[in-house]
């Protein structure tokens, strides 16, 4: 008696396929190939074979579920969660501005106003502080996805350090140095300068999630902002004298900042009060140079309106930039501490 075995794949009955047919018109009985005995098991197999095709494709359709589920996120929770970090941004913005209008302009101008000249030179700077900033923005997005980031991390990294310090420091010098008249130079280094801005701040932008910088971008521009209101809204020339107290204070973080490289590994206690003076103190100083920097753009404006010295809001906006990159710089290292906490 002829049997088919079931576990038999289709390439092999279809080689065999001759022989098979050969054997079953001379031996086999008509009526004994179709047995009900084989016909229940071919039932079975089938079965069995379309429940297994079937429960693999609800494991798949599970699978996808629970990833897109995990990707997933409700437009109602994420309009909450926007509408509280802009909650948590307008709450440093007026904290800031109560704080420090309490703690330092109790006296305002005497006129109530700002001249109009003053104003323009101060709306000018802050117009080129934010072209500053988007400049450095969008040049350290493209260094990271070009992989430019990537070839200054896995080089030496004090070489780089070191040449990107003397860069900047060099661009710096050299823009502050040309004259305002001249415009294309002027501008040229001023852009280097942004550039090399945006190399030393762009592996940064490897570690940190982009929602992480948003929200320290959201930070650091309420900061600011309620720092320059008081700023130009007091009295003239009133912060002008915290110059020295803010540069000494600028020295004490930039020494706290080397202090992991000279300290050893097990004094702990020590090396967490350097990152903590390092991380708050100098989101004061550098606070504190903000609103030094305002009087200071106002300062120059009235010497400009007498002739003393030129218009350059060029010069002006690059303290007011290097004071929002060490301000952001300090609120990202702030929000990750704070994140892997959490977990």
Same mark, same amino acid.
């Given at each position: 008696?002829?049997?088919? $075995?079931?576990?038999?794949g289709a &390439?092999r ?19 004994? +190939? ?5 016909? !229940?098991?071919a ?5 069995? $074979?379309?429940?297994?095709? #079937? ?5 798949a !359709? ?5 990833? =897109? ?13 926007? +509408?509280?970090?802009?909650?948590i941004?307008g709450?440093? #913005? @007026?904290?800031?501005?109560? $704080? ?11 006129? *109530? ?11 000018r ?15 350290? =997005?493209?260094?990271v996805?070009?992989? #430019?980031?990537?070839?200054l ?10 040449g @990107?310090l003397?860069?900047?420091?060099g ?16 501008y ?6 942004? /550039?090399?801005q945006?190399?030393? %701040? ?8 982009? /929602? ?6 959201? =930070? ?5 902002? !309620? %720092?320059?209101?008081? &700023? ?6 009133k912060?002008?004298?915290i *110059? *020295?107290?803010?540069?000494? &204070? ?6 706290? &900042? #080397? ?5 050893p590994?097990? /004094?702990?206690?020590?090396? /967490? +009060?350097?990152?903590n003076?390092?991380?708050?103190? @100098?989101?004061?100083?550098? *606070?504190g ?17 007498? @002739?003393?010295i030129?218009?350059d809001?060029?010069?002006?906006? %690059?303290?007011l930039?290097?004071? +929002? ?6 609120m990202?290292? %702030? ?9």
């Amino acid at each position: 008696m002829f049997t088919i $075995t079931l576990r038999a794949g289709a &390439g092999r009955l279809a080689a065999n396929a001759p022989q098979l047919a050969r054997a079953f018109h001379q031996s086999a009985p008509k009526n004994t +190939f179709f047995t009900p005995r084989t016909a !229940s098991l071919a039932f079975r197999a089938n079965t069995k $074979t379309s429940s297994n095709i #079937f429960s693999r494709l609800q494991g798949a !359709s599970r699978g996808y579920r629970a990833q =897109y589920d995990s990707v997933y996120v409700d437009p109602a929770v994420r309009r909450k969660e926007l +509408f509280r970090k802009l909650m948590i941004g307008g709450a440093i #913005f @007026g904290g800031t501005l109560v $704080t420090v209008n309490a703690m330092f302009n109790r006296e305002t101008r005497e006129d *109530g106003g700002m001249p109009p000249f003053e104003r323009s030179y101060l709306n000018r700077t802050f117009m080129h502080t934010g072209l500053g900033v988007g400049i450095i923005g969008l040049t350290a =997005y493209q260094m990271v996805q070009s992989g #430019f980031v990537y070839r200054l991390m896995v080089t030496n990294p004090w070489i780089v350090g070191i040449g @990107g310090l003397a860069l900047s420091i060099g661009s710096m010098i050299a823009t502050r140095s040309i004259d305002p008249d001249n415009y294309i130079p002027k501008y040229a280094c001023w852009t280097a300068f942004n /550039a090399t801005q945006a190399a030393l %701040i762009a592996p940064l932008m490897t570690i940190a999630p982009p /929602a992480l910088l948003a929200r320290a971008g959201l =930070y650091t521009l309420a900061m600011m902002g !309620s %720092i320059s209101f008081v &700023g130009a809204t007091a009295k003239q020339d009133k912060y002008m004298y915290i *110059g *020295g107290p803010l540069l000494a &204070g600028a020295a004490i973080v930039a020494v706290s &900042g #080397f202090a992991p490289l000279v300290l050893p590994a097990t /004094a702990v206690r020590t090396l /967490a +009060f350097t990152e903590n003076l390092w991380l708050y103190g @100098g989101l004061a100083v550098f *606070g504190g140079f903000t609103l030094y920097d305002v009087q200071k753009v106002l300062y120059h404006a009235r010497a400009a309106q007498r @002739g003393i010295i030129k218009e350059d809001p060029v010069n002006e906006s %690059i303290s007011l930039e290097l004071d +929002f990159l060490n301000i952001f710089v300090r609120m990202v290292q %702030i929000l990750m501490m704070q994140q892997n906490r959490r977990k």
